[in-house]
Protein backbone atom coordinates (compact mmCIF):
# COMPACT_ATOMS: atom_id res chain seq x y z
CA UNK A 1 0.00 0.00 0.00
CA UNK A 2 3.20 2.48 0.50
CA UNK A 3 4.38 2.25 -3.02
CA UNK A 4 0.31 3.39 -4.25
CA UNK A 5 0.33 6.00 -2.11
CA UNK A 6 3.53 7.11 -2.75
CA UNK A 7 2.71 6.73 -6.55
CA UNK A 8 -0.53 9.19 -6.31
CA UNK A 9 1.58 11.52 -4.56
CA UNK A 10 4.15 11.92 -7.16
CA UNK A 11 1.33 12.49 -9.54
CA UNK A 12 -0.16 14.75 -7.59
CA UNK A 13 3.15 17.31 -6.97
CA UNK A 14 3.92 16.65 -11.36
CA UNK A 15 0.61 18.03 -11.56
CA UNK A 16 0.96 21.01 -8.99
CA UNK A 17 4.36 21.98 -10.57
CA UNK A 18 2.87 22.37 -14.18
CA UNK A 19 0.36 24.55 -12.96
CA UNK A 20 3.52 26.79 -10.44
CA UNK A 21 5.88 26.14 -13.28
CA UNK A 22 7.02 29.83 -12.80
CA UNK A 23 7.50 29.61 -9.50
CA UNK A 24 11.22 28.29 -9.75
CA UNK A 25 12.26 28.24 -5.67
CA UNK A 26 8.95 26.39 -4.93
CA UNK A 27 9.65 24.24 -7.61
CA UNK A 28 12.91 23.41 -6.20
CA UNK A 29 11.43 23.25 -2.23
CA UNK A 30 8.92 20.94 -3.69
CA UNK A 31 11.51 18.63 -5.29
CA UNK A 32 13.30 17.90 -2.90
CA UNK A 33 10.50 17.17 0.02
CA UNK A 34 8.75 15.31 -2.61
CA UNK A 35 12.41 13.31 -3.43
CA UNK A 36 12.73 12.74 0.49
CA UNK A 37 9.63 11.37 0.50
CA UNK A 38 10.44 8.65 -2.35
CA UNK A 39 13.88 7.92 -0.85
CA UNK A 40 12.18 7.05 2.09
CA UNK A 41 9.28 5.12 0.59
CA UNK A 42 12.45 3.50 -1.02
CA UNK A 43 14.10 2.47 2.02
CA UNK A 44 11.44 1.48 3.50
CA UNK A 45 10.43 -0.83 0.30
CA UNK A 46 14.43 -1.88 0.36
CA UNK A 47 14.20 -3.28 4.23
CA UNK A 48 10.52 -5.07 3.90
CA UNK A 49 11.82 -6.71 0.94
CA UNK A 50 15.10 -8.27 2.70
CA UNK A 51 12.88 -8.89 5.88
CA UNK A 52 10.90 -10.81 3.70
CA UNK A 53 13.31 -12.37 1.64
CA UNK A 54 15.15 -13.20 4.41
CA UNK A 55 11.98 -15.13 6.25
CA UNK A 56 11.53 -16.91 2.06
CA UNK A 57 15.05 -18.01 2.70
CA UNK A 58 14.57 -19.41 6.10
CA UNK A 59 11.05 -20.65 5.53
CA UNK A 60 12.60 -22.92 2.30
CA UNK A 61 16.19 -23.66 4.75
CA UNK A 62 12.89 -25.41 7.17
CA UNK A 63 11.25 -26.74 4.11
CA UNK A 64 14.04 -29.00 3.15
CA UNK A 65 15.05 -29.58 6.64
CA UNK A 66 11.94 -30.82 7.07
CA UNK A 67 11.41 -33.15 3.44
CA UNK A 68 15.00 -34.64 5.19
CA UNK A 69 13.66 -35.52 8.20
CA UNK A 70 10.93 -37.12 6.26
CA UNK A 71 12.68 -38.97 4.41
CA UNK A 72 14.92 -40.18 7.18
CA UNK A 73 11.71 -41.53 8.83
CA UNK A 74 10.23 -43.15 5.89
CA UNK A 75 13.72 -45.00 5.60
CA UNK A 76 13.97 -45.82 9.68
CA UNK A 77 10.26 -46.82 9.14
CA UNK A 78 11.26 -49.43 5.85
CA UNK A 79 14.79 -50.34 7.91
CA UNK A 80 12.59 -51.12 11.28
CA UNK A 81 9.90 -52.88 9.26
CA UNK A 82 12.18 -55.22 7.72
CA UNK A 83 14.75 -55.93 10.62
CA UNK A 84 11.14 -56.82 12.72
CA UNK A 85 10.06 -58.77 10.31
CA UNK A 86 13.27 -60.45 9.63
CA UNK A 87 13.40 -61.49 13.61
CA UNK A 88 9.38 -62.48 13.56
CA UNK A 89 10.24 -64.68 11.14
CA UNK A 90 12.83 -66.36 12.78
CA UNK A 91 10.13 -67.01 15.38
CA UNK A 92 8.06 -68.42 13.37
CA UNK A 93 10.74 -70.78 12.50
CA UNK A 94 11.77 -71.23 15.65
CA UNK A 95 8.34 -71.90 16.78
CA UNK A 96 7.64 -74.63 14.33
CA UNK A 97 10.94 -76.71 15.18
CA UNK A 98 9.26 -76.29 19.11
CA UNK A 99 5.81 -77.84 17.81
CA UNK A 100 7.91 -80.69 16.03
CA UNK A 101 9.96 -81.67 18.92
CA UNK A 102 6.76 -81.65 21.23
CA UNK A 103 5.30 -84.00 18.78
CA UNK A 104 7.94 -86.36 18.61
CA UNK A 105 7.74 -85.46 22.57
CA UNK A 106 4.12 -86.96 22.54
CA UNK A 107 4.54 -89.97 20.45
CA UNK A 108 7.16 -90.94 23.09
CA UNK A 109 5.25 -90.53 25.70
CA UNK A 110 2.64 -92.52 24.67
CA UNK A 111 4.43 -95.21 24.38
CA UNK A 112 6.48 -94.98 27.65
CA UNK A 113 9.42 -93.83 26.12
CA UNK A 114 10.01 -91.61 29.13
CA UNK A 115 13.81 -90.83 28.80
CA UNK A 116 14.09 -89.93 25.08
CA UNK A 117 10.34 -88.07 25.64
CA UNK A 118 12.40 -86.20 27.86
CA UNK A 119 14.65 -85.18 25.32
CA UNK A 120 12.29 -84.64 23.37
CA UNK A 121 10.15 -81.69 25.48
CA UNK A 122 13.44 -80.41 26.93
CA UNK A 123 14.43 -79.52 22.90
CA UNK A 124 11.03 -77.99 22.38
CA UNK A 125 11.30 -75.93 25.63
CA UNK A 126 14.64 -74.38 24.36
CA UNK A 127 12.97 -74.01 20.88
CA UNK A 128 10.26 -71.96 22.07
CA UNK A 129 12.70 -69.79 24.04
CA UNK A 130 14.56 -69.30 20.86
CA UNK A 131 11.04 -67.99 19.43
CA UNK A 132 10.50 -65.80 22.37
CA UNK A 133 14.03 -64.33 22.04
CA UNK A 134 13.07 -62.95 18.59
CA UNK A 135 9.51 -61.95 19.24
CA UNK A 136 10.56 -59.76 21.63
CA UNK A 137 13.77 -58.05 19.51
CA UNK A 138 10.62 -58.17 16.34
CA UNK A 139 8.31 -56.33 18.86
CA UNK A 140 11.51 -53.69 19.63
CA UNK A 141 12.07 -53.13 15.81
CA UNK A 142 8.23 -52.68 15.36
CA UNK A 143 7.85 -50.21 17.91
CA UNK A 144 10.81 -48.01 16.82
CA UNK A 145 9.07 -48.58 13.34
CA UNK A 146 5.59 -46.84 14.55
CA UNK A 147 7.54 -43.82 15.84
CA UNK A 148 9.01 -43.13 11.98
CA UNK A 149 5.17 -43.99 10.63
CA UNK A 150 4.56 -41.54 7.35
CA UNK A 151 0.83 -42.36 8.05
CA UNK A 152 -1.96 -44.09 10.21
CA UNK A 153 -1.67 -46.88 7.95
CA UNK A 154 1.76 -47.47 8.47
CA UNK A 155 1.48 -46.70 11.63
CA UNK A 156 -1.44 -49.36 12.42
CA UNK A 157 0.80 -52.11 10.44
CA UNK A 158 3.19 -51.64 12.83
CA UNK A 159 1.36 -51.32 15.77
CA UNK A 160 -0.36 -54.77 15.14
CA UNK A 161 2.91 -56.37 14.49
CA UNK A 162 3.89 -54.96 17.72
CA UNK A 163 0.92 -56.90 19.31
CA UNK A 164 1.44 -59.66 17.53
CA UNK A 165 5.25 -60.24 18.42
CA UNK A 166 4.13 -59.34 22.12
CA UNK A 167 1.11 -61.19 22.27
CA UNK A 168 3.58 -64.53 20.68
CA UNK A 169 6.53 -63.78 23.00
CA UNK A 170 4.29 -64.00 26.34
CA UNK A 171 2.54 -67.12 25.26
CA UNK A 172 5.29 -69.29 24.33
CA UNK A 173 7.32 -68.38 27.22
CA UNK A 174 4.56 -69.58 29.11
CA UNK A 175 4.66 -72.41 26.71
CA UNK A 176 8.57 -72.87 27.13
CA UNK A 177 7.96 -73.37 30.49
CA UNK A 178 5.51 -75.49 30.24
CA UNK A 179 7.79 -78.20 28.30
CA UNK A 180 10.14 -77.30 30.81
CA UNK A 181 7.98 -79.34 33.45
CA UNK A 182 6.91 -81.37 31.37
CA UNK A 183 10.34 -82.84 30.36
CA UNK A 184 11.10 -82.81 33.87
CA UNK A 185 7.83 -84.99 34.79
CA UNK A 186 9.00 -87.65 32.22
CA UNK A 187 12.85 -87.42 33.67
CA UNK A 188 11.31 -88.92 36.67
CA UNK A 189 8.51 -91.04 35.38
CA UNK A 190 11.77 -92.21 33.84
CA UNK A 191 13.27 -92.82 37.74
CA UNK A 192 10.08 -94.50 38.66
CA UNK A 193 9.20 -91.03 40.74
CA UNK A 194 5.66 -90.70 39.76
CA UNK A 195 4.52 -88.35 42.42
CA UNK A 196 7.59 -85.82 41.55
CA UNK A 197 6.73 -86.69 37.78
CA UNK A 198 2.54 -86.09 38.49
CA UNK A 199 3.21 -83.00 40.40
CA UNK A 200 5.16 -81.46 37.38
CA UNK A 201 2.96 -82.69 35.08
CA UNK A 202 0.45 -80.56 36.80
CA UNK A 203 2.09 -77.47 36.85
CA UNK A 204 2.69 -78.17 33.02
CA UNK A 205 -1.10 -78.15 32.66
CA UNK A 206 -1.39 -74.89 34.45
CA UNK A 207 1.25 -73.24 32.18
CA UNK A 208 -0.79 -74.78 28.89
CA UNK A 209 -4.08 -73.16 30.56
CA UNK A 210 -2.25 -69.90 31.07
CA UNK A 211 -1.07 -70.55 27.17
CA UNK A 212 -4.28 -70.56 26.01
CA UNK A 213 -5.30 -67.95 27.23
CA UNK A 214 -2.58 -65.74 26.11
CA UNK A 215 -2.81 -67.06 22.45
CA UNK A 216 -6.26 -65.81 22.05
CA UNK A 217 -6.10 -62.70 20.47
CA UNK A 218 -4.01 -63.82 17.85
CA UNK A 219 -6.91 -64.44 15.22
CA UNK A 220 -8.32 -61.30 16.06
CA UNK A 221 -5.07 -59.34 16.00
CA UNK A 222 -4.46 -61.51 12.30
CA UNK A 223 -7.73 -60.88 10.88
CA UNK A 224 -7.09 -56.74 11.68
CA UNK A 225 -3.45 -57.48 9.47
CA UNK A 226 -5.24 -58.84 6.94
CA UNK A 227 -7.63 -56.60 6.58
CA UNK A 228 -5.27 -53.42 7.07
CA UNK A 229 -2.96 -54.96 4.35
CA UNK A 230 -5.67 -54.74 1.75
CA UNK A 231 -5.07 -51.75 -0.68
CA UNK A 232 -1.68 -50.97 1.54
CA UNK A 233 0.32 -47.86 0.21
CA UNK A 234 3.41 -46.78 2.20
CA UNK A 235 3.18 -43.50 1.16
Request: glycine share 4%.
Amino acid sequence: MRRKIGSVNIISVVAILCIISSAGATYFLVGQIKQSEIDNLKSQYETERNQYENEISTLNSQIASLEKILNEDSQNYVKNMINGLRDYSNGDYYYGGGMAYSIEAHDCYDLDSFYIAFLYYLSASQSYDSAVENYSSAKTYFDEAIENASNNKTRRVAEIYSSLSDTYAKAFSELSEAYTDFSDACWYYDQNDYNTGNFKLELYNEHIETYNDLIEPISGLEDDLNTLLENFDII
